[in-house]
């Protein structure tokens, strides 16, 4: 098989044979993924900003428990 071959082959594939999403699908999905993601993105910040707090709460506790 060649690359034309793999090209021409790919080509109908993705105009013939592929069910593309309608478009109010397309942005129910988007609406989806959007919010997962923000949801996502908040609860990384509040895990992150949970634990530097704790690492910077031990590193104050050694620094006082060493003067």
Known sequence: MS????????????KD????P???ELQSST???TIGTVLLALFVFGVDSL??????NV????I???N
């Open 51 to 56: 634990f530097s707090k704790s690492i910077a």
């Open 3 to 14: 690359l034309v071959d793999f090209v021409k082959g790919s080509y109908f594939e993705f």
């Open 22 to 24: 309608k478009w109010p």
């Open 59 to 62: 590193i104050s506790l050694f």
């Open 64 to 66: 006082n428990l060493f």
């Open 17 to 20: 044979k592929v069910e593309w």
């Open 31 to 33: 609406v989806v993924v």
